[in-house]
């Protein structure tokens, strides 16, 4: 967050949809680090997984739960990166007619240049690690999105730590998008 002028990430607690909703639609750069749940039979129901809100609050209807369809209402303008720091974010299946649909698929929708997905199941720690890498290095070196996300990589296999040198701790995040040098 301080890489990006924000003092005030939206973590816990307090990662209501509704905020994180109205966070999200004023942001160039979107990383939501929560859970995932893919829907295979049907993507449409596929949804990341955010805090309720608290019991009893007026008016609540926030659920904790941010489904596709509902991203695809979003007002997202702005955003020119999306990271899906979850499980199996960019997992997605092929339908005759629809195409490729899952949860990286709305964001692209959206005409967001690039989003960051996993294709299967992360370790909480060594993702928090990578991406604090990611972002780092798109920052203090601006590179591009997708050499920044291939340097973390790197630094991981070549890490001190034995559990982030796994490809399996790592190498799921891809880059999806066009060539874009955000």
Request: net charge positive.
């Amino acid at each position: 967050a301080r890489l990006y002028g924000s003092s005030r990430p939206i973590i816990g607690k307090s990662a209501t949809k509704k905020r994180v909703v109205s966070e999200m639609e004023k942001s160039d750069v979107i990383h939501l680090a929560t859970h995932a749940i893919t829907d295979e039979w049907n993507p449409g129901r596929s949804k990341l997984l955010l805090a309720k809100e608290a019991q009893g609050a007026a008016g609540n209807d926030d659920d904790g739960v941010l489904q596709v369809d509902e991203i695809y209402k979003l007002n997202l303008a702005r955003a020119r990166l999306v990271v899906l720091a979850a499980c199996r974010t960019a997992v997605e299946n092929y339908y005759g007619g629809e195409g490729m649909i899952g949860l990286a698929r709305p964001f692209i929708a959206k005409r967001i240049p690039l989003v960051v997905a996993s294709l299967w199941p992360v370790s909480n720690e060594s993702t928090a690690r990578l991406m604090t890498n990611f972002h780092r290095l798109r920052k203090t070196r601006s590179e591009p999105t997708a050499h920044a996300l291939c340097e973390a990589q790197r630094e991981m296999l070549r890490g001190s730590n034995s559990n982030d040198s796994l490809l399996r701790n790592w190498a799921a995040f891809v880059t999806i998008g066009g060539h874009a040098n955000f």
